[in-house]
């Protein structure tokens, strides 16, 4: 099987219940690269993986400054994160990171095989994904980020920015097939955005639908002035916004849905 699908491990010990699991994943189809709790270890490698596991023992449940940079690295850049390690110890650690952005705890005297199966599942359902349609989502409400991200995500490759220039970046070096974007952003809001976007031949062609709260006639003309491909609200019902979305994708045509 191809290791196209990579977990950081992330564990302050070497010993032969860690080289084991390591071992049994990788020989899943699951490339590991292991790095210690230091964080400057985590960061230079954090780029690299799709998933994080966390092999918690006492002293890495007592290093608080290492588990919030690990929390921080997978909410910010939406990774998985798997724990291990004894009840106690995990129970510390989720001092720091809270219980609902892990995706499964494993808890000792676990099995190897268990561990396997959930994370080469989780593996799995990913490559499905890399053929689906790219949505690049752009809010500066993490919250609002992360349920949208949860509605698309069964159909779509969706990638979650908080902010204008971060969107910019990721563009860069990255062509989505559909932005989602908010209006109402500090620094760099929706409309400069686009402008940017349009104003570079490799990025005038994406499509941009806003998705945003704003619902007044000045600022829903402003936006429409830009020509982008759509106009969505962000209290519009979740099945609507994702209906919405696959007419898009299966038409590429779109009825503005204008609030007045």
């Not at 690049?136 to 069964?154: A, G």
Request: glycine share 4%.
């Amino acid at each position: 099987m191809d290791h196209d699908y990579k977990l950081l491990v992330v564990s302050n010990e070497q010993s032969f219940i860690t080289d084991s699991i390591i071992a049994a994943i990788d020989e899943s189809g699951v490339n590991c690269i292991c790095v210690d709790s230091e964080i400057k270890e985590i960061e230079a490698k954090k780029d690299e993986a799709d998933m994080v596991f966390l092999y918690v023992n006492e002293a890495l449940a007592d290093n608080t400054q290492a588990l919030v940079f690990i929390k921080d690295v997978c909410v910010d850049d939406v990774k998985t994160l798997f724990l291990a390690g004894y009840s106690e110890d995990l129970e510390k650690a989720y001092r720091v990171i809270p219980r609902d952005i892990v995706k499964e705890a494993f808890i000792r005297p676990f099995e190897n095989k268990n561990i396997v199966k959930v994370i080469s599942n989780e593996a799995e359902e990913a490559r499905k994904r890399r053929g689906a349609k790219r949505i690049l989502v752009v809010d500066d409400d993490i919250t609002f980020l992360k349920m949208v991200k949860k509605w698309l995500m069964e159909k779509y490759q969706v990638t979650i920015v908080k902010s204008g220039m971060q969107a910019i970046k990721y563009i860069t070096g990255h062509r989505p097939d559909l932005i989602l974007m908010d209006y109402d952003m500090p620094i760099t809001d929706g409309t400069k955005v686009l402008e940017m976007l349009r104003s570079e031949s490799d990025s005038a062609e994406i499509p941009v639908i806003f998705l945003t709260g704003k619902a007044d006639k000045e600022t829903v003309m402003k936006v429409m002035s830009l020509k982008p491909q759509g106009y969505l609200l962000k209290s519009m019902r979740q099945m609507d916004i994702v209906s919405a979305i696959d007419h898009y994708f299966e038409t590429e045509k779109w009825q503005n849905i204008i609030p007045f």
